[in-house]
């Protein structure tokens, strides 16, 4: 009995013993556990901070001298040509271009931080395009409109996704339409105070626009090699002179191609019924063909003299279609 009993107490003992010890541990364990969690969550929130102000240094901010004003200013002393000469298009035609991209989703969000107008965005994206070299850095670029570059790059993006999927509705030409004709006759009109009346017919120009390449391509580069010494895309614009807007054209194509070759892969060289009708044609340089619909200057000859009708035709054809 005596040993039965002192064996039952030291296992009573030994038992309190350990369930003493297991507890400890539990609550250590429990402690250690929520110091590792309240470490993490730590971690977490500073990541966080991180990456919201990207910038572990304060930083200045650089100096810019915002321009965008300027374009309202030349809108309202009608100094077209400095509108022209920033953007590349008429304020009509800007004008329309705003209507018909302000209605895009890309330019809405669900952020505190309300997106640049549309019109803005646009004037960005089109200062940028229209120019080459030099003056078309984004450094420039945010320097003239005020602000970051990251801005800048976010506005070249929504318009072009935004032009891209409106791409029918913004170049195009149909004669039969309202607001077309509208622009028809006012084209005409401008051609008509340039020359004389007879020539309002031709309310369409197409000249050539290359764009230049950093450098050759290593496969098939000589082919992009053109006339100036610089390899390049070449593209071909159908335009109505009296604001630049783009009707027809054709991009992609070696710029070794002669003019000529690559005006007859546009919509409107295959089907010029379909932009002109009767007694309307469009203006061209004498790097294209002659035809019934598409008139070019005279030709100087390598062993005659040109006529001065000749000459005083040139003239007044230059003045239309440059």
């Known amino acids: 009995m005596l040993s039965n009993s002192s064996l039952s107490d030291f296992t009573v003992d030994t038992l309190l013993s350990l369930l003493e010890t297991s507890e400890a541990s539990f609550i250590a364990g429990l402690t250690l556990s929520h110091q590792i969690l309240t470490f993490e969550n730590t971690i977490v929130a500073l990541t966080d901070e991180v990456e919201k102000l990207r910038y572990l240094a304060a930083r200045t901010k650089a100096p810019r001298a915002p321009q965008l004003q300027l374009l309202e200013e030349w809108c309202l002393n009608n100094d077209l040509k400095k509108f022209c000469r920033k953007l590349r298009v008429d304020p009509d035609v800007f004008t329309s271009l705003v209507?018909?991209?302000?209605?895009h989703p890309i330019f809405s969000n669900n952020s505190h931080n309300p997106q640049l107008p549309v019109s803005v965005q646009l004037a960005i994206f089109l200062n940028r395009v229209g120019h080459y070299g030099n003056g078309a850095t984004t450094e420039d670029i945010t320097e003239w409109a005020g602000v970051s570059i990251g801005t800048v790059y976010n506005c070249y993006r929504r318009v072009m996704i935004a032009l891209l999927q409106l791409h029918d509705n913004v170049i195009h030409f149909d004669p039969m339409e309202p607001e077309d004709q509208q622009e028809q006759d006012r084209a005409k009109q401008w051609v008509k105070s340039c020359s004389c009346p007879e020539w309002r017919g031709g309310f369409m120009c197409v000249n050539r626009s290359p764009f230049n390449l950093f450098q050759k391509l290593g496969w098939h580069g000589e082919g992009f090699y053109d006339?100036?010494?610089?390899?390049?895309?070449?593209?071909?614009?159908?335009?109505?002179?009296?604001?630049?807007?783009?009707?027809?054209?054709m991009i992609g194509v070696p710029g070794s191609l002669h003019d000529s070759n690559v005006f007859s892969r546009t919509c409107i060289y295959h089907h010029p019924e379909t932009f002109l009708g009767a007694d309307e044609w469009i203006w061209a340089d004498s790097a294209y063909p002659s035809l019934p619909w598409c008139v070019v200057p005279f030709k100087r000859s390598s062993t005659e003299l040109m006529p001065n009708a000749h000459k005083i035709f040139n003239q007044h054809l230059s003045k239309v279609h440059i």
């Open 99 to 103: 209507r018909k991209l302000e209605n």
């Open 227 to 249: 006339h100036k010494s610089c390899y390049s895309l070449s593209a071909q614009v159908i335009i109505l002179p009296h604001n630049l807007r783009i009707v027809d054209y």
